[in-house]
C-alpha cells in the first residue's frame, strides 16, 4: 500500500487495515481454498479520515497497547526457556543454587547423573496407570453435568484443559466409564508425535477417552503427585508402529526409569516449578487482557466512539 495523499499518516493506515471492517470486504473478495488470493478486483474502500493530528495520536495509543503486547510475550518466551534450564538443573543437582551446585555428589544411573541419595526406580513401582473410556456416540448422550476430557481439549503449550465436553449419567452407564479423581495427570496414548507430548492436570473429577492414560502416585508418602507431573512432562514416550503412527502402550510407560529424590526435594522442586508456571499463566492472561483491549480500542478510536481527546491517560 502506497500513500497518495499527505492528509494520511502511514501508521494510522496501518491500523485503519487491521479493522474488522476493512478485513471483511477483503475476504469477501478472495480466491482459493487452501490458498487464498486477494482479488485486483476488490472495491475502493472508504475509511474514516480524521484530522491528521487525531491519525497520528489513534496510532500513538494502539501502538503502545501493541508494544505492550509484544513486550509481555518477550516475558513468556524468556520465562518458558527459565524453565528448561531450571528443569534441567533442578532434576541433576536438586533444588540447590548455581554456586551450591559444585558441592553437591553426584552418581552416574542409567538415567544420568544425579544426587547420591536419590533412588533410581521403575515408573510401575510408584504409579497406577490406567486408559479411559470409547467416547460416547450420539447427540443424545452430550449436555449432561459429566465432565469428559478429550486429547484436543489439552494445551500443549500451558499443559492445561481449556474445556471439555459433559456427558449425560446414561453416558457413564452404557459406555462403563470410569471417573479419574481430580489432579491425575492425563497423557495421550496414540496420535501424532506432537500429541504424545501433551500433559495436563485433571482440575476437576471427570471421565477421560480412551485415547488417554490416567496416572496417579500410588504412595503419597513416597511421591508426590505435582513432582510426578513435572517428571512425565520431561520424559518423551513417543514409540513408533510399523506404520509409522506413534502410539503406547501401558509396557511402554511403566518400565520407563524416573528419579525418585526424598519426599521433601521432590515437593521442593515441584513448588518452584510450579512458582514458574504461575508466572507463564499471569503473563499469558495479561497479553490475553491486552490483545482484547487492542481490539475494543481499534474498534471504539476507528469508529468515532472513543475519541482520543477523551483519553485523559494511557496506561499500560
Known amino acids: 500500500v502506497k500513500l497518495k495523499s499527505n492528509k494520511l499518516f502511514k501508521d494510522f493506515v496501518f491500523f485503519v487495515l487491521q479493522t474488522n471492517y476493512v478485513q471483511n470486504i477483503i475476504k469477501n473478495y478472495t480466491t482459493g481454498v487452501t490458498i487464498k488470493h486477494a482479488s485486483k478486483s476488490i472495491p475502493h474502500i472508504k475509511i474514516p479520515l480524521p484530522p491528521l493530528s487525531e491519525q497520528k495520536n489513534i496510532a500513538y495509543v494502539l501502538s503502545t497497547i501493541q508494544e505492550a503486547i ?19 538443573h533442578l532434576f541433576t543437582y536438586g533444588p540447590v543454587s548455581i554456586k551450591d551446585a559444585e558441592n553437591v555428589k553426584l552418581k552416574q544411573t542409567e538415567i544420568g547423573q544425579m544426587p547420591e541419595d536419590w533412588e533410581v526406580v521403575r515408573l510401575g513401582e510408584v504409579i497406577e496407570i490406567s486408559a479411559g473410556g470409547s467416547a460416547p456416540q450420539g447427540d443424545k448422550y452430550f449436555g449432561g453435568s459429566n465432565p469428559f476430557v478429550r486429547v484436543s481439549h489439552i494445551d500443549k503449550e500451558t499443559y492445561k484443559i481449556f ?3 459433559y456427558i449425560t449419567n446414561e ?32 482440575p476437576f473429577d471427570a471421565y477421560i477417552v480412551s485415547h488417554l492414560f490416567g ?3 500410588k504412595q503419597s508418602e513416597k511421591l508426590d503427585q505435582l513432582f510426578l507431573f513435572y517428571i512425565l512432562i520431561k520424559i518423551k ?21 524416573i528419579p525418585l529424590p526424598p519426599l521433601p526435594i521432590q515437593q521442593k ?18 497479553k ?9 480500542m481499534l474498534h471504539n478510536l476507528m469508529s468515532g466512539k472513543i475519541r482520543v481527546k477523551d483519553l485523559k491517560e494511557v496506561s499500560i
Open 70 to 88: 509484544e513486550k509481555t510475550d518477550a516475558v513468556i518466551k524468556a520465562t518458558k526457556e527459565l524453565k528448561k534450564s531450571l528443569m534441567k
Open 163 to 165: 474445556e471439555c465436553d
Open 171 to 202: 453416558a457413564v452407564k452404557v459406555y462403563k466409564l470410569k471417573k479419574f479423581p481430580k489432579n491425575t495427570i492425563v497423557f495421550p496414548k496414540s496420535g501424532a508425535t506432537i500429541y504424545l507430548e501433551k500433559r495436563a492436570l485433571l
Open 215 to 217: 496416572v496417579n502416585s
Open 237 to 257: 514416550f513417543a514409540k513408533e508402529k510399523g506404520d509409522g503412527y506413534p502410539t503406547l502402550n501401558i509396557p511402554d510407560v511403566v518400565n520407563k526409569f
Open 269 to 286: 522442586i515441584a513448588e518452584i516449578l510450579s512458582t514458574v508456571d504461575e508466572k507463564i499463566q499471569a503473563e499469558e492472561n495479561k
Open 288 to 296: 490475553k487482557a491486552l490483545q482484547e483491549l487492542f481490539k475494543s
